[in-house]
């Protein structure tokens, strides 16, 4: 089945710092997602993106289906982005979902 | 609109014990999904709906059935519950009707602890 790593594992940003998170997949796919998992449990939505780029605020994001990689970018950090960083991916013909080990996030004060 | 809701929040199991646990969405989603979370990883599928009626597996189904009796509700069901299982459930739906898009909206998740 489909591969899916996420790096870097664990990041550490004092606050207004940006980063870069990446999803790397090992075949091709027609779903992608970025979540939000807070330090209270609760998964929030960042991004449906299968391709291309989309910006929401100070997050964007890339997916370069082509290459099989895709980018979360968040710019001028904040103590309320702290959390880990989860990428889904979907392939075609199916329905399923396989979330990446996450990138766990803090940003310090 | 309260998107996708699920109950009980938090439960603890006796080994042997069994459960149903309820997940709700009033978004028309034609798809459901049910997941499970252990410390410090990411999400495993354990089964997942496609339609009112019909139920398939994922990654992890031993231990687990499922039903889809109404298209708003998914139901987890733990026949026999092991500590192997204590984990946090996370729900998910997605796929309104006709919609083209696959994007998954979860719920906040309940929390099972095995003893």
């Known amino acids: 089945g489909i591969q899916v790593e996420q790096s870097p594992p664990d990041l550490i940003l004092q606050e207004g710092a940006n980063s870069t998170l990446r999803c790397n997949f090992s075949?091709?796919?027609?779903?992608l997602q970025w979540f939000h998992q807070n330090p209270w449990g609760q998964l929030i939505n960042l991004f449906y993106?299968?391709?291309g780029t989309k910006q929401n605020g100070r997050l964007s994001a890339t997916t370069v289906a082509t290459e099989r990689y895709s980018l979360l970018y968040i710019s001028s950090s904040q103590t309320t982005d702290s959390g880990v960083y989860f990428c889904?991916?979907?392939?075609?013909?199916?329905?399923?979902?396989?979330f990446g080990t996450g990138t766990r996030l803090k940003v310090l004060a | 609109n309260a998107g996708v809701t699920q109950t009980p929040k938090f439960r603890v199991l006796k080994t042997g014990q069994s459960m149903t646990l309820l997940c709700a969405q009033d978004?028309?989603?034609?798809?459901m999904y049910w997941y499970r979370q252990d410390p410090g990883m990411g999400l495993r599928l354990i089964h997942y709906?496609?339609?009112?009626?019909?139920?398939a597996k994922g990654e992890v189904p031993d231990g687990y059935n499922v039903s889809r009796l109404k298209k708003q509700n998914f139901l987890l069901g733990l026949e026999s519950a092991a500590p192997s299982q204590t984990s946090v459930y996370f729900c998910?739906?997605?796929?309104?009707?006709?919609?083209?898009?696959?994007?998954?909206?979860f719920g906040p998740g309940t929390r099972l602890t095995v003893t």
């Open positions: 075949d091709s796919v027609n779903n």
């Open positions: 978004m028309n989603h034609e798809y």
């Open positions: 889904a991916v979907g392939t075609s013909g199916t329905y399923k979902y396989i």
């Open positions: 993106i299968p391709s």
């Open positions: 709906s496609v339609g009112e009626g019909t139920t």
């Open positions: 998910a739906s997605s796929r309104p009707g006709g919609g083209l898009t696959y994007e998954q909206y």
